[in-house]
Protein backbone atom coordinates (compact mmCIF):
# COMPACT_ATOMS: atom_id res chain seq x y z
CA UNK A 1 0.00 0.00 0.00
CA UNK A 2 1.52 3.71 -1.04
CA UNK A 3 1.49 5.52 2.15
CA UNK A 4 -0.23 8.73 1.34
CA UNK A 5 0.94 10.94 4.64
CA UNK A 6 4.07 13.12 4.47
CA UNK A 7 5.52 12.24 7.50
CA UNK A 8 7.93 9.37 7.36
CA UNK A 9 8.24 8.68 11.05
CA UNK A 10 4.58 8.44 11.02
CA UNK A 11 4.66 6.16 7.74
CA UNK A 12 7.05 3.50 9.56
CA UNK A 13 5.05 3.88 12.40
CA UNK A 14 2.12 2.32 10.75
CA UNK A 15 3.62 0.26 8.20
CA UNK A 16 3.76 -2.74 9.97
CA UNK A 17 -0.08 -2.72 10.54
CA UNK A 18 -1.00 -1.43 6.97
CA UNK A 19 1.16 -4.33 6.02
CA UNK A 20 -1.34 -6.84 8.05
CA UNK A 21 -3.47 -8.57 5.45
CA UNK A 22 -6.21 -9.16 8.16
CA UNK A 23 -5.95 -5.17 8.79
CA UNK A 24 -6.49 -4.46 5.42
CA UNK A 25 -9.75 -6.30 5.43
CA UNK A 26 -11.27 -3.02 7.31
CA UNK A 27 -11.04 -1.15 3.43
CA UNK A 28 -13.82 -3.28 2.89
CA UNK A 29 -16.35 -2.29 6.12
CA UNK A 30 -18.36 0.83 5.74
CA UNK A 31 -17.94 3.14 8.83
CA UNK A 32 -19.78 6.17 8.99
CA UNK A 33 -19.91 6.76 5.48
CA UNK A 34 -16.26 6.27 4.63
CA UNK A 35 -14.08 3.01 5.19
CA UNK A 36 -13.37 1.53 8.83
CA UNK A 37 -9.89 1.75 7.48
CA UNK A 38 -10.14 5.72 6.58
CA UNK A 39 -11.61 6.51 9.93
CA UNK A 40 -8.82 4.93 11.74
CA UNK A 41 -6.29 6.18 9.89
CA UNK A 42 -7.75 9.92 9.47
CA UNK A 43 -8.11 8.89 14.17
CA UNK A 44 -4.09 7.85 14.24
CA UNK A 45 -2.61 10.54 12.06
CA UNK A 46 -4.52 13.48 14.14
CA UNK A 47 -3.80 11.85 17.40
CA UNK A 48 -0.24 11.53 16.01
CA UNK A 49 0.32 15.02 15.65
CA UNK A 50 -1.29 16.28 18.50
CA UNK A 51 1.15 13.54 20.77
CA UNK A 52 4.02 14.65 19.16
CA UNK A 53 3.31 18.19 19.53
CA UNK A 54 3.05 17.68 23.40
CA UNK A 55 5.78 15.41 23.38
CA UNK A 56 3.83 12.84 24.63
CA UNK A 57 4.18 8.76 23.31
CA UNK A 58 3.49 9.62 19.65
CA UNK A 59 4.37 5.99 18.56
CA UNK A 60 1.79 4.26 20.84
CA UNK A 61 -0.84 7.36 19.95
CA UNK A 62 -0.11 6.68 16.18
CA UNK A 63 -0.42 2.68 16.80
CA UNK A 64 -3.55 2.43 19.13
CA UNK A 65 -5.29 5.24 17.35
CA UNK A 66 -4.76 3.27 14.26
CA UNK A 67 -6.16 -0.12 16.15
CA UNK A 68 -8.97 1.57 17.94
CA UNK A 69 -11.67 -0.19 15.30
CA UNK A 70 -10.22 -3.45 14.29
CA UNK A 71 -12.84 -5.48 14.45
CA UNK A 72 -15.35 -7.65 12.32
CA UNK A 73 -18.65 -7.58 12.37
CA UNK A 74 -21.25 -9.41 10.10
CA UNK A 75 -22.46 -7.42 7.24
CA UNK A 76 -26.41 -8.19 7.56
CA UNK A 77 -26.57 -6.37 11.19
CA UNK A 78 -29.96 -5.10 12.41
CA UNK A 79 -29.92 -1.26 13.79
CA UNK A 80 -29.90 -3.20 17.06
CA UNK A 81 -26.88 -5.14 16.76
CA UNK A 82 -25.21 -2.17 15.40
CA UNK A 83 -26.36 0.07 18.63
CA UNK A 84 -25.18 -2.66 20.98
CA UNK A 85 -21.67 -2.76 19.28
CA UNK A 86 -21.38 0.89 20.34
CA UNK A 87 -20.60 -0.16 23.61
CA UNK A 88 -19.31 -3.75 22.77
CA UNK A 89 -16.99 -3.03 20.19
CA UNK A 90 -13.89 -1.83 21.98
CA UNK A 91 -13.37 -5.21 23.58
CA UNK A 92 -13.40 -6.78 20.31
CA UNK A 93 -11.02 -4.51 18.72
CA UNK A 94 -8.83 -5.38 21.89
CA UNK A 95 -8.69 -8.98 21.30
CA UNK A 96 -8.34 -8.97 17.50
CA UNK A 97 -5.28 -6.33 17.93
CA UNK A 98 -3.91 -8.32 20.24
CA UNK A 99 -4.27 -11.78 17.77
CA UNK A 100 -2.28 -10.04 15.43
CA UNK A 101 0.03 -7.48 17.08
CA UNK A 102 2.23 -7.26 20.15
CA UNK A 103 0.45 -3.90 22.08
CA UNK A 104 1.92 -2.08 24.93
CA UNK A 105 -0.70 -1.44 27.88
CA UNK A 106 -1.07 2.03 27.02
CA UNK A 107 -1.69 0.97 23.26
CA UNK A 108 -4.40 -2.25 25.01
CA UNK A 109 -5.97 1.22 27.18
CA UNK A 110 -6.38 3.34 23.96
CA UNK A 111 -8.33 0.73 21.91
CA UNK A 112 -10.05 -0.77 25.28
CA UNK A 113 -11.39 3.31 26.65
CA UNK A 114 -11.47 5.11 23.18
CA UNK A 115 -15.44 5.18 23.45
CA UNK A 116 -15.78 6.58 26.46
CA UNK A 117 -18.12 7.82 28.15
CA UNK A 118 -20.09 5.87 26.48
CA UNK A 119 -18.71 2.48 27.28
CA UNK A 120 -16.83 2.41 31.18
CA UNK A 121 -13.81 2.08 30.68
CA UNK A 122 -11.94 5.43 31.60
CA UNK A 123 -8.88 6.56 29.57
CA UNK A 124 -6.19 5.58 31.89
CA UNK A 125 -3.41 7.68 29.92
CA UNK A 126 -3.50 10.94 28.43
CA UNK A 127 -2.64 9.27 25.28
CA UNK A 128 -6.12 7.15 25.20
CA UNK A 129 -8.11 10.71 26.03
CA UNK A 130 -6.35 12.06 22.77
CA UNK A 131 -7.42 9.40 20.60
CA UNK A 132 -11.15 9.15 22.49
CA UNK A 133 -11.07 12.81 21.52
CA UNK A 134 -10.16 12.72 18.16
CA UNK A 135 -12.13 9.69 17.41
CA UNK A 136 -15.44 11.66 18.19
CA UNK A 137 -14.33 15.16 16.56
CA UNK A 138 -13.77 12.67 13.19
CA UNK A 139 -16.66 10.74 13.60
CA UNK A 140 -19.03 13.67 14.13
CA UNK A 141 -17.93 15.08 10.68
CA UNK A 142 -18.18 12.09 8.94
CA UNK A 143 -21.37 11.25 9.80
CA UNK A 144 -22.28 15.16 9.42
CA UNK A 145 -20.99 14.77 5.69
CA UNK A 146 -22.57 11.58 5.35
CA UNK A 147 -25.73 12.65 6.17
CA UNK A 148 -25.55 16.52 4.59
CA UNK A 149 -25.83 18.26 7.94
CA UNK A 150 -25.18 21.51 7.59
CA UNK A 151 -23.26 21.55 11.68
CA UNK A 152 -20.29 20.16 9.68
CA UNK A 153 -18.84 23.49 8.59
CA UNK A 154 -18.61 24.05 13.56
CA UNK A 155 -17.01 20.43 12.89
CA UNK A 156 -14.43 22.56 10.32
CA UNK A 157 -13.67 25.67 12.24
CA UNK A 158 -12.91 23.16 15.41
CA UNK A 159 -11.21 20.94 12.96
CA UNK A 160 -8.86 24.04 11.30
CA UNK A 161 -8.23 25.53 14.79
CA UNK A 162 -6.82 21.72 16.36
CA UNK A 163 -4.42 21.70 12.69
CA UNK A 164 -3.60 24.50 13.53
CA UNK A 165 -2.13 23.60 16.93
CA UNK A 166 -0.59 20.61 15.79
CA UNK A 167 1.30 21.98 12.55
Avoid at 54 to 80: C, P, Q, V, W
Amino acid sequence: MDLKFQDEIYNQIIKNILDNKEFQKMKTIEHHGITRLDHSLKVSDYSYKIAKKMHLDYIETARGGLLHDFFFSKEDRNSKERFISTFTHPEKALRTAKEHFNLSMKEQDMIRSHMFPINISVPKYLESWIVSGVDKVVAVNELAVKYKFKFRYAYNVLLLFVLGFIK
